[in-house]
């Protein structure tokens, strides 16, 4: 009984909203704006849900005594939820814990992945040596060289203004395009699966 | 027929021809005038005609029967009599000839009779030796035979006795072929052959040329011998019958010394099944035939199929190997030779081989890794921190001329003085260096504008991040007063759609603010179309394709869309700008296009910009001389392990299995 209730919701859901983008009358557009409304207020909402999960998960890690950093993780989480929630968002403390702990662990990682790329690109020949290892590597050079300065030197004018840009507008954009048509004909897809109701993923 | 009248004595009606007096059984054919068809037969006909004459005048046998006695009524009434023999007529020895024979005295009748009888006595002896397996009934016909002759109605009997006498008329070869032509139904031929040798030999030979019943009208002994009884003599007239032309195609050998050939004898002996002829076996393969061979007489004989015959083909299930409820080992020993079994241990060795596990030598050492990364990091920090120090390694501003910066820096110069413009802070926070150093100029000129900025963001962290971003930009920028920061904007793709449609649905209220839509920023804004521009800094590129696919439409031609993107961005977001519609008016990429855009405004690079940028470019050359310096080295490495290493699946083809 549960399941084809879902099913129907979610197709008459689906179908209104797709005739609303198709049919610009103002039962449909309303009908469209409400349930967009909805949705809008349940992502938000699935945020906290989310945190709550989390929290369940790494509690259940501190009871089984085998994770500090869960404690640690749980500690922060609703220490930052209250803070945000009683001092507002905008407030001093708020932006405080954004700049002076969030901000700099997260540039910090990216700074480190940076490191971590650099020496799996020096590892990937002796791993799997072969032509698309060196096509990656040559790519990769050519892309940095092109994108800075060097000292003394400044741009290379060939790599900088014509190799650099045909690398990264045509082998590079035709390849991201071509994932990019695949996601749109995907989403198409799956739209579709669940207007018919063959695809339920809100269904266990 | 016709039903015309005809004469009493006719016999054939005058009209219509149809014969009027019905034949009788035992009436003798007619003899017809046919002198006038003399003139027609063959001269060799005549000449034996001639020489029959000749002999009957030079031989006249005792109470001869001439023509001179004129006695015609010795045929008895009531049967048709004779005619007399016709010059003309050349069946007329026929007839002269049984006239004859009736007429042979009576110790020449005996003679035969006597013969007939020695004859019959003679062959019912052979019938009743070899019988000894045969049926009684094979010996009985020659009685039966009499009794049903003697059981003969009046008018067959006399047929009979009529075809006996045409019979004795028969010549040596016409005779010899009577008894020949009963081949395939040897019974009829094997009772009267003796008798009607004896009595074709009294005939005189005169006969020949005579009238010659059809040989159908065998006499009725024959057709009561037995159908089994062979017959020598039988053979030897079917071999005498052999004319001499197929005796001249008869192989030499045998016509000389009697011997067939082995080949002959082969073909002459039946076949039996389970025998294979000679050359047949020879085809055959070496194992199966001797396998054939070598069978043992105990095992059975196939009775059926296309192996019918053959002995020891298949081997029987025995009551040893057939387990019910469990499936038997089948087969039992495999037997093989040396040689098959010291490359089936050559196959078990290899076999073992592989399972065992990879020496430990070819995983990556955890030191080694270790001392790699951190060598790697030093490197790095090393090179953005020269520059500081030692002035000659900063690196060269970029010269690069970029159209979409100039486009962006166009539109920004289209923005009117306090128009509203929607700022879209959707970065994360580790890229905030970076987005920031490309954002600041454009949103300095905006601010320098006094445009009504109103900053949105569907990042979580997004509210932090708008708050961060102007802070650094100086710190005279303040909130609710150069911008409003309408915070984070829930619900993806969807929120994205109705925002730019029905914004005042979407954010009743922000963070700070009871009624933003009553404040200046917003007052005039119902839809996404009454900003003047709409400006996203983003480093994701299915960010940017969201703001361009729900977003754009609802702008309109007068509202354009500007994007600030990371690099990493740069090759899915370029062609929304590249393409003749341009959904995205002007695009500022990274670093490089902040400075080229500070550029074409024809401003001074900053300090912390100039700095910001001597960083960026020394780590990317010292990382570029890593991975070419260490990757070459390491690419003759793995391609030297790799040809020393055995040959197994490498990483790459366990990646496409697992594919």
């Given at each position: 009984m549960k399941a084809p209730v879902a099913t129907a919701v979610a197709m008459a859901v689906g179908i209104v909203v797709l005739v609303g983008y198709f049919i610009p009358l103002s039962i449909f557009t309303g009908l469209r704006m409400l349930l967009l409304q909805w949705a809008i207020i349940l992502a938000g909402a699935a945020l906290f849900v989310g945190m709550v999960n989390l929290s369940q998960h790494h509690w259940a890690r501190i009871r089984a005594r085998r994770g500090v950093g869960s404690a640690w993780l749980v500690f922060s989480l609703w220490a930052t939820f209250f803070i945000t929630f009683y001092?507002?968002?905008?407030s001093l403390p708020t932006r405080w814990l954004f700049d002076a702990i969030l901000l700099p662990a997260s540039v910090a990682l990216l700074g480190v992945l940076a490191v971590s790329l650099t020496v799996a690109a020096v590892r990937l020949p002796r791993r799997r040596p072969g032509l698309f290892t060196i096509l990656f590597l040559t790519t990769t050079v050519l892309i940095l060289l092109g994108s800075i300065g060097i000292p003394g030197v400044g741009s290379l004018p060939f790599v900088s203004n014509l190799l650099r840009p045909w690398l990264a507008q045509v082998p590079a954009a035709a390849g991201a395009r071509g994932i990019l048509l695949g996601v749109a004909l995907g989403t198409v897809a799956t739209g579709l699966r669940i207007l018919l109701g063959s695809d339920r993923p809100y269904s266990e | 027929m016709c039903g015309k009248p005809n004469p009493a004595d006719a016999e054939v009606c005058r009209y219509c021809h149809a014969r009027l007096k019905p034949i009788q059984p035992g009436d003798l054919p007619q003899p017809k005038p046919t002198g006038a068809l003399e003139a027609m037969l063959p001269p060799w006909i005549r000449e034996l005609r001639a020489e029959s004459e000749m002999e009957e005048e030079t031989l006249p046998l005792p109470g001869e029967k001439t023509?001179?006695?004129?006695?015609?009524?010795a045929f008895p009434e009531g049967e048709s009599a004779s005619p007399e023999p016709?010059?003309?007529?050349?069946?007329a020895a026929l007839w002269a000839e049984e006239e004859e024979d009736e007429d042979l005295p009576d110790w020449l009748k005996s003679l035969g009779t006597e013969e007939e009888a020695s004859a019959v006595a003679a062959l019912a002896e052979e019938q009743a030796a070899p019988s000894a397996g045969e049926p009684p009934e094979a010996a009985e016909p020659k009685g039966a035979a009499e009794e049903e002759e003697s059981a003969l109605p009046d008018w067959l009997a006399g047929e009979q006795s009529a075809a006996e006498a045409e019979e004795a008329v028969l010549p040596d070869w016409l005779a010899e072929g009577v008894v020949a032509e009963p081949a395939g139904e040897p019974a009829e031929a094997a009772a009267p052959k003796g008798a009607a040798e004896e009595e074709e030999n009294a005939l005189p030979d005169g006969s020949v040329g005579a009238y010659q019943p059809p040989l159908v009208e065998a006499p009725s002994e024959s057709l009561s011998a037995s159908p089994f009884v062979e017959s020598e003599e039988l053979a030897e007239a079917l071999l005498g019958e052999t004319p001499d032309w197929l005796q001249m195609l008869a192989p030499e050998e045998e016509s000389a010394s009697g011997e067939k050939s082995p080949a002959e004898e082969e073909v002459a002996q039946p076949l039996t099944e389970g025998e294979l002829p000679s050359w047949l076996e020879a085809l055959r393969p070496v194992a199966a035939a001797t396998s054939v061979l070598a069978t043992d007489e105990e095992e059975p004989v196939e009775t059926q199929g296309p192996l019918a015959g053959l002995r020891g083909v298949i081997a029987p299930p025995t009551l040893t190997t057939l387990r019910p409820g469990k499936v038997g080992v089948l087969g039992g020993k495999l037997k093989l030779s040396d040689e098959e079994e010291r490359q089936a241990r050559i196959l078990q060795d290899l076999i073992a081989e592989s399972s065992r596990p990879l020496p430990p030598s070819s995983l990556p050492d955890k030191k080694e890794q270790k001392v790699l990364r951190w060598s790697v990091g030093l490197l790095m920090l090393l090179a953005a921190f020269l520059p500081f120090f030692l002035p000659f390694l900063r690196a060269p501003l970029p010269r690069r001329v970029l159209p979409a910066a100039i486009a962006a820096q166009r539109l920004i110069d289209d923005v009117p003085q306090g128009a509203p413009v929607l700022v879209a802070v959707d970065y994360s926070p580790a890229f905030s260096a970076e987005m920031e150093a490309a954002a600041a100029p454009l949103v300095t000129d905006l601010l320098a504008k006094h445009a009504r900025i109103v900053a949105v963001s569907t990042q979580p962290t997004g509210p932090d991040l708008i708050s961060h971003f102007f802070a650094a930009l100086g710190s005279d920028y303040r909130e609710s007063e150069h911008y409003l920061n309408l915070g984070y904007l829930s619900g993806g793709t969807a929120g994205l759609y109705a925002f730019a449609r029905h914004p005042r649905l979407v954010f009743g209220y922000a963070a700070g603010h009871d009624r933003i839509w009553n404040t200046s920023f917003l007052s005039t804004i119902h839809t996404a179309a009454d900003f003047s521009l709409v400006l996203v800094i983003t480093e994701d590129p299915e960010t940017a394709r969201a703001w361009v696919e729900q977003v754009r439409p609802a702008l309109g031609e007068h509202t354009p869309l500007l994007m600030v993107i990371s690099t990493q961005a740069e090759p899915l977001v370029e062609p929304y700008y590249e393409?003749?519609?341009?959904?995205?008016g002007g695009i500022v990429t990274g670093i490089v296009g902040g400075l080229a855009y500070e550029a074409i405004r024809g401003r001074p690079l900053t300090a912390a910009a100039q700095a910001q940028w001597g960083a960026y470019s020394n780590i990317a050359l010292m990382g570029l001389m890593i991975i070419a310096g260490a990757g070459l080295v390491n690419l003759v490495l793995g391609w030297r392990e790799r040809r020393n290493a055995p040959t197994l699946p490498q990483d790459e083809d366990l990646d496409d299995e697992e594919a």
């Open positions: 001092f507002a968002p905008a | 023509e001179a006695d004129g006695s015609e009524g016709d010059a003309d007529d050349p069946l393409t003749a519609s341009q959904q995205v």
